[in-house]
């Protein structure tokens, strides 16, 4: 079994909060605490890629990356999409 660890990740505006060390909560800093949007999905290392499962704006779709800059940086841009 493969682990990838990070730790807690903070761009300018998604903040990765590791539950395991394979798994992350994804938030949307500029959402307060409390907020329903602030969550945006959860981002799993999955067989040596990483794949975010979305929960906005429809729960449940799913796209893999094949490294964590690449998934933190089409996150960024695809939250620039949300409303």
Do not use: H
């Not at 994804?26 to 290392?45: M, N, S």
């Not at 704006?57 to 964590?68: H, T």
Request: proline share 6%; charged share 25%.
């Amino acid at each position: 079994m493969s682990t990838y660890s990070i730790g807690s990740t903070n761009t300018d505006r998604v903040d990765l909060v590791p539950l395991s060390d394979t798994t992350w909560r994804v938030c949307d800093c500029d959402c307060e605490d409390g907020d329903t949007r602030k969550i945006l999905g959860y981002l799993q290392f999955v067989d040596g890629e990483f794949e975010m499962m979305w929960m906005r704006p429809r729960p449940g779709v799913s796209q893999r990356y094949p490294s964590i800059e690449i998934a933190t940086d089409a996150i960024c841009r695809r939250l620039l999409t949300l409303p």
